[in-house]
């Protein structure tokens, strides 16, 4: 295609104002003026003919530099591509009206190749809308990625246009999320400090009145508490992206995914801990939690029931409690899906809080939906449960909600799940417990499962995992109890010529005379102090797997 380069000047006639062009005297000299390129491009697809054209060149080798650059793009198109030939010359006409550098040939060429748009300027933050948009599934992950999106991602990397996003980009965006905890703790510590100081104040004396006033003030004008952005939280905002990536890849408007190649801090599952004497101790001195995770012993479980027995949600703490449900399949389960006369529930609804809204949906995961066999115990606490439902809805009437479930308002209206969980902390309180989240009765109940012997297979199956790493990693913790039982269990599994106690000692020759008689059986000295050393006859979940059987003796213990 034709295409030319030429040199012309601003230069007006001074009587008529006219621009003398290519008549100006000053033009023999090749320091007057500048250059100009003009390349014919590919004709529209009604025939109409287009061009490239850009001045302003100092010199003639920048000039001709550029219009070689347009003909090699150009070129990159195959005579026979007709869809190719309007895709660079829609190209070559943006960069000429917006002025923009002239696209890089090999980038162009790549591009070309794997069909991409050659003309986009399309942003992350307006490809992020437009995915977000099309995005089908659960409403709660739905929030989560419009959460992570309007929070960290258009914030940070919404400006950068799509096709130029670079892992560079991510490690700084993830850097300064990272960076901004530390102003968040600090603020929140500043936020907490100010409303323990105005809790001293006393509200008499007028003095005291202004210093109130002024503090209040203060605190709200500072920020709002805000939570730490865990490295768990990081992942998921990861996560996020790199879905809205791929749905860019699939619609080939990138072909590099940077979400999947950026560095991060594993977003490790806590693991649950029990609240020995120590820990609480640790936790009434300094206030702290162990981990984000604790776990009641049975002892504690049991003073918590028995302090809320009389409370209308007693049914579904018990329940909970050694069953395991979560806070949502509690408050959604169904009376058409329980059946007290055979002990068995059916876990096939749950209540989903999004945004502080309530809505009934299907378990978290097809594992969830699961049938659990219920304790003697669970089954009168929902028989009483029900029998007190009934006079409710006696009472209320024609104003009686009726959902169906198990757990409700006085009204029969659904239980909001939040409300559940602070009036679950509420109660514990009352008593001085140790803190814990209702979400870790369901760690307790499968503590309690596993003490009690089941397998880790069994445990899956009544928490509704999809995978048993999950329930062998996170939810199952060893009772101090259990721990020792075992521990004594190995101990004694290990054949030994004399006690460990007993090393050191000088070894005396065992002769007939020290043998006694006992219940007309010969038993060496230091055999009864073995068998009431503490551990040595406790039963163990374990034991099965790990001692021989106990003899006549043990037995009649």
């Not at 287009?50 to 003639?60: M, Q, W």
Request: aromatic content about 6%; glycine content about 8%; overall charge neutral.
């Amino acid at each position: 295609m034709k295409g030319s380069t030429h040199r012309r000047c601003y230069c007006r006639d001074p009587h008529t104002g006219k621009p003398l062009g290519k008549s100006c005297p000053k033009l023999s000299s090749r320091k007057h003026g500048s250059y100009s390129i003009r390349q014919e491009l590919p004709p529209r697809e009604d025939g109409t003919r287009r061009s490239f054209s850009r001045a302003g060149y100092d010199s003639l080798k920048a000039a001709q530099a550029d219009l070689d650059h347009v003909r090699a793009l150009v070129g990159l198109a195959d005579t026979d591509d007709p869809e190719g030939l309007a895709q660079i010359a829609e190209l070559l006409e943006t960069a000429a009206k917006d002025k923009a550098p002239l696209p890089a040939v090999e980038e162009t060429r790549r591009r070309l190749n794997h069909g991409l748009d050659l003309a986009s300027r399309l942003t992350v933050g307006e490809w992020l809308d437009m995915w977000l948009a099309g995005k089908k599934g659960r409403q709660t992950a739905i929030s989560r990625d419009e959460s992570n999106i309007r929070m960290y991602l258009k914030p940070h990397i919404g400006h950068h246009r799509l096709d130029r996003l670079r892992v560079a980009h991510l490690s700084e965006m993830f850097e300064a999320i990272a960076e901004g905890n530390t102003e968040i703790a600090e603020a929140n510590d500043a936020r907490r400090k100010a409303i323990d100081d105005l809790a001293q104040i006393p509200w008499k004396g007028g003095g005291n009145r202004a210093r109130r006033k002024a503090l209040k003030a203060a605190i709200d004008a500072m920020p709002p508490f805000r939570r730490i952005t865990s490295p768990a939280t990081r992942q998921r905002i990861r996560s996020t992206l790199r879905a809205a990536l791929n749905a860019a890849i699939a619609q080939q408007r990138i072909i590099f995914n940077p979400a999947a190649h950026v560095a991060l801090d594993a977003g490790r599952r806590p693991k649950a801990l029990v609240w020995t004497d120590e820990r609480i101790l640790h936790w009434e001195r300094t206030g702290e939690k162990p981990s984000p995770v604790m776990v009641w012993t049975p002892e504690h479980t049991g003073l918590f029931l028995d302090h809320v027995e009389e409370d209308r949600l007693y049914a579904l703490f018990h329940l909970i409690a050694f069953r395991g449900l979560r806070r949502g399949e509690a408050c959604g389960q169904k009376w058409t899906d329980t059946n007290l006369d055979t002990g068995l529930i059916t876990v096939a609804k749950q209540l989903v809080v999004n945004r502080w809204e309530v809505y009934e949906d299907d378990p978290k995961t097809d594992s969830g939906a699961r049938t659990i066999a219920l304790d003697s115990d669970t089954v009168q606490a929902l028989k009483r449960h029900r029998a007190q439902q009934d006079k409710d809805r006696e009472k209320w009437g024609s104003a009686w909600v009726e959902t169906g479930c198990v757990f409700t308002r006085e009204n029969g209206e659904w239980l909001h799940p939040a409300n559940v969980a602070r009036r679950f902390i509420e109660l514990f309180e009352e008593i001085g417990l140790p803190p814990i989240r209702l979400h870790d009765l369901r760690h307790g109940a499968a503590t309690l499962a596993h003490a009690a012997g089941a397998d880790l297979k069994d445990i899956q199956e009544m928490l509704g995992h999809s995978s048993i790493t999950i329930t062998a990693d996170t939810y199952t913790s060893l009772l101090p109890e259990t721990d020792l039982a075992i521990a004594e269990a190995a101990a004694r599994i290990v054949p030994r010529a004399r006690r460990p106690h007993d090393a050191g000692k000088p070894e005396v020759e065992t002769g007939p005379n020290d043998v006694e008689e006992a219940g007309g059986e010969q038993v060496l000295e230091g055999a009864e102090e073995s068998a009431a050393e503490p551990g040595a006859g406790d039963a163990s979940a374990h034991a099965p797997l790990t001692q021989t059987a106990p003899d006549e003796e043990s037995k009649a213990e």
